[in-house]
């Protein structure tokens, strides 16, 4: 991760360009094109700003765009609506890259959140920001078998999945560490200098060269539901649905629920499970 928010900024507008083709926006490719995805000056035009402008835009230099410049480099390089709020975030701390000290207090599950997750009979767990585990009920537990018993510190979503052994327990694997990515992405370009990202990047770029290369694609994902495939060791295959609930505060941990459709032989699966740990 850079410590730089405007070397931030650039990289992700640089790896949107690239992979832009010219005829995705109505423009001839050429016979003869060196470089991939979009010229700078292809780009610049198509957004209605100065091609010097946005080459220091790219080079990580003092600019300041506005909302409309953002906006129509957003409609230029097709951008979701994921991309452009990030697009967004990451201008915003690129205008103010001298921040004030300030305290960082460790993420915490309220207690009044403890009891509803211990109320709860679907799986059930408490992510933080940075996707860290904060907290699970029984059946949550289950899911997560031997993770629970990780130190506090590696106890994080990324460090589930992003490990070989993680094939056979998770089918879909790789698209799922490829969305958790996507979602720290999103997450630490809204608080960049948040110490525990600043930790959780480097330690997770130093052991995981999959990591390090889809971190560099700088892909964002703000997902508040999924579909989790898992082949679980005591009821066999389970597909669940998942939805995320922001608990209510300042942005932080969301409780995220797993469920399955009525009557169908994942929940069957689900109920013989909570039966095997006594969870009514």
């Known amino acids: ?17 690239t992979r832009l083709r010219p005829e995705d926006v109505g423009l001839e490719p050429g016979p003869r094109r060196r470089v ?51 697009l967004h975030s990451l201008a915003a701390a690129a205008r103010n890259p001298a921040r004030l000290p300030r305290s960082y207090e460790p993420e915490e599950v309220p207690d009044t959140t403890l009891r509803l997750l211990h109320g709860m009979t679907a799986p059930a767990l408490v992510v933080g920001r940075f996707l860290d585990v904060l907290a699970w009920n029984p059946l949550g537990g289950a899911l997560l078998g031997e993770f629970t018993r990780q130190p506090q510190k590696e106890r994080n979503m990324l460090a589930l999945f992003l490990h070989p052994q993680a ?24 608080d960049p200098g948040n110490p525990r990202a600043i930790e959780l990047v480097g330690e997770l770029a130093v052991r995981s060269d999959e990591f390090a290369a889809l971190w560099a694609l700088h892909d964002v994902a703000e997902p508040t539901r999924g579909q989790m495939r898992l082949n679980h060791p005591r009821v066999g295959e389970l ?26 032989l994942d929940a069957e699966r689900l109920q013989l499970l909570a039966g095997q740990l006594d969870v009514r």
């Open 1 to 17: 991760m850079s410590d730089d928010p405007r070397r931030e900024l650039a990289e992700f507008l640089r790896t949107r360009r």
């Open 36 to 86: 991939a995805g979009l010229r700078r000056e292809e780009l610049a035009l198509l957004a209605g700003v100065s091609s010097d402008y946005y080459q220091r835009m790219e080079q990580g230099r003092d600019v300041r765009p506005s909302e409309q410049v953002l906006d129509a480099l957003a409609r230029a390089l097709d951008f979701s609506a994921e991309e452009t709020r990030h």
């Open 167 to 190: 094939d056979r327990t998770c089918p879909n694997r790789a698209a799922t560490v490829a969305e958790l990515i996507g979602m720290l992405r999103t997450q630490v370009a809204a």
């Open 239 to 264: 597909n669940l649905d998942w939805d995320a609930y922001p608990i209510p505060g300042n942005p932080g941990p969301a409780l995220m629920v797993c469920t399955a459709a009525e009557g169908s």
